[in-house]
Protein backbone atom coordinates (compact mmCIF):
# COMPACT_ATOMS: atom_id res chain seq x y z
CA UNK A 1 0.00 0.00 0.00
CA UNK A 2 1.96 3.02 -1.15
CA UNK A 3 2.01 6.48 0.56
CA UNK A 4 0.80 4.49 3.54
CA UNK A 5 1.41 7.54 5.77
CA UNK A 6 -0.48 10.16 4.12
CA UNK A 7 -3.86 7.67 5.03
CA UNK A 8 -3.03 7.15 8.78
CA UNK A 9 -5.87 8.26 10.60
CA UNK A 10 -6.17 11.48 12.34
CA UNK A 11 -7.43 13.15 14.98
CA UNK A 12 -9.66 15.63 13.02
CA UNK A 13 -13.12 16.41 15.34
CA UNK A 14 -16.55 14.44 14.61
CA UNK A 15 -19.69 13.04 16.37
CA UNK A 16 -22.13 10.70 16.48
CA UNK A 17 -21.85 7.22 16.92
CA UNK A 18 -23.54 4.03 14.75
CA UNK A 19 -24.72 2.52 18.14
CA UNK A 20 -25.60 5.76 20.49
CA UNK A 21 -29.61 5.66 19.89
CA UNK A 22 -28.86 3.18 23.55
CA UNK A 23 -27.08 6.03 25.36
CA UNK A 24 -28.10 9.20 26.95
CA UNK A 25 -24.14 10.25 27.28
CA UNK A 26 -21.46 10.83 24.85
CA UNK A 27 -18.82 8.37 25.11
CA UNK A 28 -15.93 9.92 27.36
CA UNK A 29 -13.02 10.99 25.33
CA UNK A 30 -10.40 8.64 27.85
CA UNK A 31 -12.41 6.06 26.66
CA UNK A 32 -12.75 7.11 22.99
CA UNK A 33 -8.79 7.01 23.01
CA UNK A 34 -9.10 3.88 24.75
CA UNK A 35 -11.24 1.98 22.40
CA UNK A 36 -9.91 3.54 18.78
CA UNK A 37 -8.40 0.79 16.87
CA UNK A 38 -9.21 2.73 13.43
CA UNK A 39 -4.92 2.88 13.78
CA UNK A 40 -4.45 -0.78 13.85
CA UNK A 41 -6.83 -2.16 11.68
CA UNK A 42 -6.93 0.68 8.74
CA UNK A 43 -4.99 -2.11 6.92
CA UNK A 44 -7.70 -4.35 6.65
CA UNK A 45 -9.84 -2.13 4.49
CA UNK A 46 -8.94 -3.49 0.88
CA UNK A 47 -11.07 -6.66 2.76
CA UNK A 48 -13.21 -4.86 4.50
CA UNK A 49 -14.47 -3.17 1.22
CA UNK A 50 -14.63 -6.55 -0.77
CA UNK A 51 -16.64 -8.33 2.00
CA UNK A 52 -18.98 -5.26 1.93
CA UNK A 53 -19.28 -5.43 -1.88
CA UNK A 54 -19.62 -9.30 -1.31
CA UNK A 55 -22.25 -8.73 1.62
CA UNK A 56 -24.19 -6.13 -0.48
CA UNK A 57 -24.84 -8.62 -4.05
CA UNK A 58 -25.74 -10.84 -1.48
CA UNK A 59 -28.57 -8.25 -0.11
CA UNK A 60 -29.96 -7.97 -3.28
CA UNK A 61 -30.32 -11.61 -3.84
CA UNK A 62 -32.08 -12.09 -0.92
CA UNK A 63 -34.35 -9.40 -2.51
CA UNK A 64 -33.22 -7.01 0.88
CA UNK A 65 -31.80 -4.27 -1.75
CA UNK A 66 -33.08 -3.97 -5.00
CA UNK A 67 -30.53 -3.87 -7.93
CA UNK A 68 -30.61 0.05 -8.39
CA UNK A 69 -29.60 0.41 -4.82
CA UNK A 70 -27.09 -2.49 -5.16
CA UNK A 71 -25.43 -0.69 -7.92
CA UNK A 72 -25.38 2.76 -6.07
CA UNK A 73 -23.77 1.23 -2.83
CA UNK A 74 -21.40 -0.81 -4.84
CA UNK A 75 -20.04 2.88 -6.63
CA UNK A 76 -20.14 4.39 -3.72
CA UNK A 77 -17.56 1.85 -2.13
CA UNK A 78 -15.53 1.89 -4.81
CA UNK A 79 -15.01 5.50 -4.44
CA UNK A 80 -14.42 4.83 -0.80
CA UNK A 81 -11.51 2.41 -1.56
CA UNK A 82 -10.10 5.22 -4.43
CA UNK A 83 -9.67 7.71 -1.38
CA UNK A 84 -8.29 5.03 0.82
CA UNK A 85 -5.61 3.66 -2.19
CA UNK A 86 -4.95 7.47 -3.16
CA UNK A 87 -4.11 8.92 0.86
CA UNK A 88 -7.42 11.07 0.88
CA UNK A 89 -9.43 9.32 3.08
CA UNK A 90 -10.42 11.80 6.02
CA UNK A 91 -10.64 9.64 9.02
CA UNK A 92 -12.72 11.43 12.07
CA UNK A 93 -12.27 11.06 15.64
CA UNK A 94 -15.93 9.36 15.92
CA UNK A 95 -14.66 6.46 13.39
CA UNK A 96 -13.87 3.74 16.07
CA UNK A 97 -12.50 1.42 13.37
CA UNK A 98 -11.88 1.26 9.82
CA UNK A 99 -15.58 -0.48 9.29
CA UNK A 100 -17.55 2.04 10.61
CA UNK A 101 -14.68 4.84 8.88
CA UNK A 102 -15.98 3.02 5.99
CA UNK A 103 -19.44 2.90 6.81
CA UNK A 104 -19.86 6.65 8.02
CA UNK A 105 -17.66 8.08 4.50
CA UNK A 106 -20.16 5.77 2.27
CA UNK A 107 -23.43 7.55 3.55
CA UNK A 108 -21.67 10.64 3.08
CA UNK A 109 -21.14 9.33 -0.23
CA UNK A 110 -24.24 8.54 -1.08
CA UNK A 111 -26.45 9.43 1.18
CA UNK A 112 -28.71 7.64 4.01
CA UNK A 113 -28.63 4.36 1.39
CA UNK A 114 -25.42 3.79 2.51
CA UNK A 115 -27.09 3.03 5.67
CA UNK A 116 -28.71 -0.14 4.38
CA UNK A 117 -25.27 -2.13 3.79
CA UNK A 118 -25.08 -3.10 7.57
CA UNK A 119 -28.18 -4.86 7.36
CA UNK A 120 -28.02 -8.62 8.18
CA UNK A 121 -24.30 -8.76 9.73
CA UNK A 122 -22.79 -7.76 12.36
CA UNK A 123 -19.07 -6.13 13.25
CA UNK A 124 -18.54 -9.65 14.91
CA UNK A 125 -18.82 -11.59 11.90
CA UNK A 126 -17.65 -8.52 9.35
CA UNK A 127 -14.17 -8.21 11.42
CA UNK A 128 -14.01 -12.03 11.18
CA UNK A 129 -14.37 -11.79 7.29
CA UNK A 130 -11.68 -9.23 6.93
CA UNK A 131 -8.83 -10.73 8.90
CA UNK A 132 -9.71 -14.05 7.23
CA UNK A 133 -9.59 -12.44 3.64
CA UNK A 134 -6.16 -10.63 5.01
CA UNK A 135 -4.42 -13.30 6.49
CA UNK A 136 -4.89 -15.86 3.46
CA UNK A 137 -3.50 -13.12 1.51
CA UNK A 138 -0.16 -12.69 3.36
CA UNK A 139 -0.30 -16.51 4.08
CA UNK A 140 0.32 -17.01 0.39
CA UNK A 141 2.40 -13.81 -0.04
CA UNK A 142 4.66 -16.14 2.80
CA UNK A 143 4.51 -19.00 0.73
CA UNK A 144 6.02 -17.33 -2.06
CA UNK A 145 8.88 -15.80 0.22
CA UNK A 146 9.85 -19.63 1.09
CA UNK A 147 9.91 -20.56 -2.35
CA UNK A 148 12.20 -17.82 -2.94
CA UNK A 149 14.55 -18.58 0.02
CA UNK A 150 15.01 -22.37 -0.65
CA UNK A 151 15.61 -21.38 -4.25
CA UNK A 152 18.37 -19.50 -3.30
CA UNK A 153 19.55 -21.69 -0.36
CA UNK A 154 19.42 -24.78 -3.67
CA UNK A 155 21.30 -22.38 -5.94
CA UNK A 156 24.06 -21.72 -3.03
CA UNK A 157 24.56 -25.45 -2.69
CA UNK A 158 25.20 -25.90 -6.26
CA UNK A 159 27.62 -23.45 -6.33
CA UNK A 160 29.60 -25.28 -3.55
CA UNK A 161 28.71 -28.38 -3.75
CA UNK A 162 32.44 -29.37 -4.16
CA UNK A 163 33.41 -28.04 -0.75
CA UNK A 164 33.58 -30.18 2.12
CA UNK A 165 33.01 -28.73 5.76
CA UNK A 166 33.27 -29.95 9.08
CA UNK A 167 29.68 -31.10 10.65
CA UNK A 168 29.29 -30.41 14.33
CA UNK A 169 27.28 -32.39 17.08
CA UNK A 170 27.24 -30.06 20.16
CA UNK A 171 29.41 -27.39 18.95
CA UNK A 172 32.13 -29.80 18.55
CA UNK A 173 33.36 -31.04 15.20
CA UNK A 174 31.81 -34.14 13.99
CA UNK A 175 32.01 -35.48 10.50
CA UNK A 176 32.98 -34.17 7.77
CA UNK A 177 29.96 -33.80 5.34
CA UNK A 178 29.39 -31.56 1.98
CA UNK A 179 28.84 -27.61 2.27
CA UNK A 180 25.66 -28.58 0.25
CA UNK A 181 24.03 -30.87 2.31
CA UNK A 182 24.53 -28.36 5.42
CA UNK A 183 22.70 -25.53 3.65
CA UNK A 184 20.04 -28.04 2.09
CA UNK A 185 19.21 -28.80 5.79
CA UNK A 186 17.26 -25.43 6.30
CA UNK A 187 15.85 -26.26 2.49
CA UNK A 188 13.70 -29.18 4.54
CA UNK A 189 13.24 -26.91 7.32
CA UNK A 190 11.36 -24.27 5.16
CA UNK A 191 9.56 -26.98 2.77
CA UNK A 192 8.06 -27.79 6.29
CA UNK A 193 7.24 -24.34 6.94
CA UNK A 194 5.48 -24.08 3.63
CA UNK A 195 3.57 -27.35 4.63
CA UNK A 196 2.29 -25.65 8.33
CA UNK A 197 1.44 -22.11 6.39
CA UNK A 198 -0.87 -24.35 3.93
CA UNK A 199 -2.35 -26.21 6.59
CA UNK A 200 -3.18 -22.71 8.70
CA UNK A 201 -4.48 -21.13 5.40
CA UNK A 202 -6.61 -23.95 4.50
CA UNK A 203 -8.21 -24.04 8.26
CA UNK A 204 -8.85 -20.45 8.14
CA UNK A 205 -10.33 -20.52 4.61
CA UNK A 206 -13.90 -20.76 5.93
CA UNK A 207 -16.62 -17.86 5.21
CA UNK A 208 -18.48 -16.05 8.42
CA UNK A 209 -20.44 -13.58 6.75
CA UNK A 210 -23.74 -14.36 8.22
CA UNK A 211 -23.15 -15.09 11.54
CA UNK A 212 -24.45 -11.44 12.45
CA UNK A 213 -23.77 -10.93 16.13
CA UNK A 214 -23.61 -14.46 17.34
CA UNK A 215 -27.07 -16.07 16.47
CA UNK A 216 -27.12 -15.73 13.09
CA UNK A 217 -29.69 -13.54 11.01
CA UNK A 218 -33.08 -12.79 10.01
CA UNK A 219 -32.74 -12.21 6.25
CA UNK A 220 -32.74 -14.57 3.81
CA UNK A 221 -29.05 -14.36 2.86
CA UNK A 222 -27.29 -16.92 0.59
CA UNK A 223 -24.03 -17.52 2.74
CA UNK A 224 -22.44 -19.81 -0.13
CA UNK A 225 -23.34 -17.26 -2.44
CA UNK A 226 -21.19 -14.89 -0.51
CA UNK A 227 -18.92 -17.26 -0.13
CA UNK A 228 -18.50 -17.84 -4.15
CA UNK A 229 -18.05 -14.25 -4.28
CA UNK A 230 -15.26 -13.98 -2.19
CA UNK A 231 -13.67 -17.57 -3.45
CA UNK A 232 -14.16 -19.28 -0.06
CA UNK A 233 -14.54 -23.07 -0.42
CA UNK A 234 -16.66 -23.31 2.10
CA UNK A 235 -18.91 -21.55 5.35
CA UNK A 236 -18.89 -21.94 9.04
CA UNK A 237 -21.27 -23.85 10.54
CA UNK A 238 -21.62 -22.69 13.85
CA UNK A 239 -22.29 -18.42 13.93
CA UNK A 240 -20.99 -18.83 18.06
CA UNK A 241 -18.03 -20.08 16.81
CA UNK A 242 -17.37 -18.32 13.82
CA UNK A 243 -17.67 -14.70 15.49
CA UNK A 244 -15.71 -15.71 18.23
CA UNK A 245 -12.81 -18.35 16.77
CA UNK A 246 -9.24 -16.81 16.57
CA UNK A 247 -7.63 -19.90 16.86
CA UNK A 248 -7.03 -19.96 13.04
CA UNK A 249 -4.68 -16.79 13.80
CA UNK A 250 -2.60 -19.06 16.51
CA UNK A 251 -2.38 -21.47 14.50
CA UNK A 252 -0.96 -18.96 12.18
CA UNK A 253 1.04 -17.54 14.31
CA UNK A 254 2.57 -20.35 15.46
CA UNK A 255 3.60 -20.95 11.76
CA UNK A 256 5.73 -18.10 12.06
CA UNK A 257 7.02 -18.59 15.16
CA UNK A 258 8.64 -21.51 13.25
CA UNK A 259 9.66 -19.78 10.74
CA UNK A 260 11.38 -17.32 12.74
CA UNK A 261 12.96 -20.25 14.88
CA UNK A 262 14.32 -21.44 11.42
CA UNK A 263 15.55 -18.50 10.51
CA UNK A 264 17.14 -17.53 14.09
CA UNK A 265 18.76 -21.03 13.68
CA UNK A 266 20.27 -20.29 10.06
CA UNK A 267 21.12 -16.77 11.58
CA UNK A 268 23.67 -18.24 14.30
CA UNK A 269 25.44 -20.24 12.27
CA UNK A 270 25.96 -17.26 9.84
CA UNK A 271 27.11 -15.51 13.00
CA UNK A 272 29.57 -18.55 13.86
CA UNK A 273 30.74 -18.53 10.60
CA UNK A 274 31.57 -15.00 9.63
CA UNK A 275 33.72 -14.48 12.91
CA UNK A 276 37.19 -14.47 13.17
CA UNK A 277 37.38 -17.26 14.83
CA UNK A 278 35.84 -19.51 11.99
CA UNK A 279 36.41 -17.27 8.80
CA UNK A 280 34.29 -19.88 7.13
CA UNK A 281 32.01 -16.92 5.10
CA UNK A 282 32.27 -13.80 4.45
CA UNK A 283 28.49 -11.53 5.04
CA UNK A 284 28.17 -8.91 2.20
CA UNK A 285 29.17 -5.52 3.37
CA UNK A 286 25.94 -4.35 2.14
CA UNK A 287 24.47 -6.16 5.27
CA UNK A 288 26.78 -5.42 7.65
CA UNK A 289 27.49 -2.47 10.10
CA UNK A 290 30.56 -1.08 11.42
CA UNK A 291 31.17 0.24 14.98
CA UNK A 292 31.00 3.77 15.88
CA UNK A 293 33.89 3.55 18.00
CA UNK A 294 35.93 0.35 16.70
CA UNK A 295 37.32 0.94 12.95
CA UNK A 296 37.84 -2.83 12.39
CA UNK A 297 34.41 -4.21 13.12
CA UNK A 298 31.98 -5.51 10.42
CA UNK A 299 29.02 -6.94 12.11
CA UNK A 300 26.56 -9.57 11.27
CA UNK A 301 23.74 -7.04 12.45
CA UNK A 302 20.92 -9.18 10.11
CA UNK A 303 21.43 -12.49 11.31
CA UNK A 304 21.53 -10.63 14.41
CA UNK A 305 18.43 -9.05 13.87
CA UNK A 306 16.50 -11.93 12.73
CA UNK A 307 17.74 -13.82 16.06
CA UNK A 308 16.58 -11.22 18.26
CA UNK A 309 13.40 -10.40 16.38
CA UNK A 310 12.68 -14.12 16.68
CA UNK A 311 11.28 -13.73 20.62
CA UNK A 312 9.57 -10.77 19.23
CA UNK A 313 7.28 -12.95 17.17
CA UNK A 314 6.97 -15.85 19.70
CA UNK A 315 5.97 -13.44 22.09
CA UNK A 316 2.87 -12.40 20.04
CA UNK A 317 1.81 -16.45 19.73
CA UNK A 318 2.06 -16.02 23.79
CA UNK A 319 -0.41 -12.66 23.30
CA UNK A 320 -3.12 -14.39 21.36
CA UNK A 321 -3.10 -17.52 23.51
CA UNK A 322 -3.03 -15.63 26.45
CA UNK A 323 -6.13 -13.25 25.43
CA UNK A 324 -8.17 -16.25 24.14
CA UNK A 325 -7.47 -18.28 26.99
CA UNK A 326 -10.58 -17.35 29.64
CA UNK A 327 -13.34 -15.93 27.20
CA UNK A 328 -16.43 -16.95 27.35
CA UNK A 329 -18.67 -17.64 23.94
CA UNK A 330 -19.08 -15.74 22.48
CA UNK A 331 -17.86 -12.60 20.74
CA UNK A 332 -15.78 -10.37 23.66
CA UNK A 333 -13.84 -7.20 23.06
CA UNK A 334 -10.73 -8.36 24.01
CA UNK A 335 -10.09 -9.80 20.63
CA UNK A 336 -10.13 -5.97 19.71
CA UNK A 337 -6.18 -7.22 20.46
CA UNK A 338 -5.35 -9.81 18.37
CA UNK A 339 -4.59 -7.50 15.56
CA UNK A 340 -1.92 -5.63 16.72
CA UNK A 341 -0.21 -9.36 17.74
CA UNK A 342 -0.90 -10.59 14.16
CA UNK A 343 0.06 -7.94 11.92
CA UNK A 344 3.32 -7.04 13.58
CA UNK A 345 4.18 -11.06 13.54
CA UNK A 346 3.41 -11.12 9.79
CA UNK A 347 5.37 -7.89 9.19
CA UNK A 348 8.14 -9.26 10.94
CA UNK A 349 8.66 -12.80 9.44
CA UNK A 350 7.99 -11.24 6.11
CA UNK A 351 10.79 -8.72 6.34
CA UNK A 352 12.82 -11.32 7.77
CA UNK A 353 12.86 -13.73 4.75
CA UNK A 354 13.61 -11.58 2.73
CA UNK A 355 16.20 -10.09 3.92
CA UNK A 356 17.82 -13.53 4.50
CA UNK A 357 16.83 -14.18 1.23
CA UNK A 358 18.99 -11.55 -0.28
CA UNK A 359 21.92 -11.93 1.77
CA UNK A 360 22.09 -15.46 0.92
CA UNK A 361 22.17 -14.74 -2.24
CA UNK A 362 25.15 -12.90 -2.19
CA UNK A 363 26.95 -14.96 0.84
CA UNK A 364 30.86 -15.75 -0.18
CA UNK A 365 31.92 -19.25 0.83
CA UNK A 366 35.75 -19.32 2.26
CA UNK A 367 36.82 -22.40 0.56
CA UNK A 368 40.07 -22.62 1.62
CA UNK A 369 39.68 -21.74 5.39
CA UNK A 370 36.72 -24.84 5.00
CA UNK A 371 39.70 -26.99 3.33
CA UNK A 372 41.63 -26.00 6.67
CA UNK A 373 39.14 -26.67 8.85
CA UNK A 374 39.11 -30.64 8.33
CA UNK A 375 42.58 -30.85 9.15
CA UNK A 376 43.15 -32.90 12.76
CA UNK A 377 40.63 -33.35 15.74
CA UNK A 378 39.90 -37.27 14.44
CA UNK A 379 37.53 -36.22 11.83
CA UNK A 380 37.42 -39.50 10.29
CA UNK A 381 37.24 -41.54 13.52
CA UNK A 382 33.89 -42.82 12.78
CA UNK A 383 34.75 -44.01 9.35
CA UNK A 384 38.21 -45.72 10.83
CA UNK A 385 35.48 -47.60 13.44
CA UNK A 386 33.55 -48.39 10.86
CA UNK A 387 36.25 -50.14 8.87
CA UNK A 388 37.55 -52.17 11.83
CA UNK A 389 33.91 -53.21 12.35
CA UNK A 390 33.98 -54.49 8.50
CA UNK A 391 37.14 -56.45 9.57
CA UNK A 392 35.16 -57.97 11.73
CA UNK A 393 36.08 -56.42 15.50
CA UNK A 394 32.18 -56.14 17.34
CA UNK A 395 31.15 -52.21 17.00
CA UNK A 396 31.96 -51.59 20.76
CA UNK A 397 35.70 -52.54 20.96
CA UNK A 398 36.37 -50.84 17.72
CA UNK A 399 34.99 -48.08 18.77
CA UNK A 400 36.94 -48.07 21.84
CA UNK A 401 40.26 -48.87 19.89
CA UNK A 402 39.36 -45.59 17.85
CA UNK A 403 38.99 -43.72 20.80
CA UNK A 404 42.29 -44.45 22.85
CA UNK A 405 43.84 -43.51 18.99
CA UNK A 406 42.39 -40.26 18.71
CA UNK A 407 43.86 -39.58 22.68
CA UNK A 408 47.41 -40.15 21.93
CA UNK A 409 46.90 -37.97 18.53
CA UNK A 410 49.04 -34.59 18.85
Known sequence: MANKKSRRPSATIGSGKAWDGRFREKTNQLVEAFTR???????????????????????????VL????????????????????????????????????????LTETIGPLGGKLHTGRSRNDQVALD???YLRRQLDQLHEQLIELQRVLVMKAGANREIIMPGYTHLQRAQPVLFAHH??????????????????????NVMPLGS??????????????????LGFPTITANSMDAVSDRDFMIESASALSIVMMHLSRLSEELILWASQEFQFVDLP?????????????????????????TGRVYGHLVSL???????????NRDLQEDKPALFD????????????????????????????????????????????????????????????IVRELP
Request: proline content about 3%; hydrophobic content about 40%; overall charge positive.
Open 345 to 404: ALDTVQSSVRVMTELMRRLEVNREVLQRALQGGGLLATELADYLVLKGLPFREAHGITGR
Open 131 to 133: IRL
Open 183 to 204: LLAYVEMFERDKGRVRDAKGRL
Open 66 to 105: TSSETRTIVRGLESVKRELDRGRFRFLSQDEDIHMAIERR
Open 321 to 331: LTTLKALPLSY
Open 37 to 63: SVTVDFRLYADDIAGSIAHCKTLQKAR
Open 212 to 229: GALAGTNYPVNRRHTAAL
Open 285 to 309: DAFCTGSSMMPQKKNPDIPELVRGK
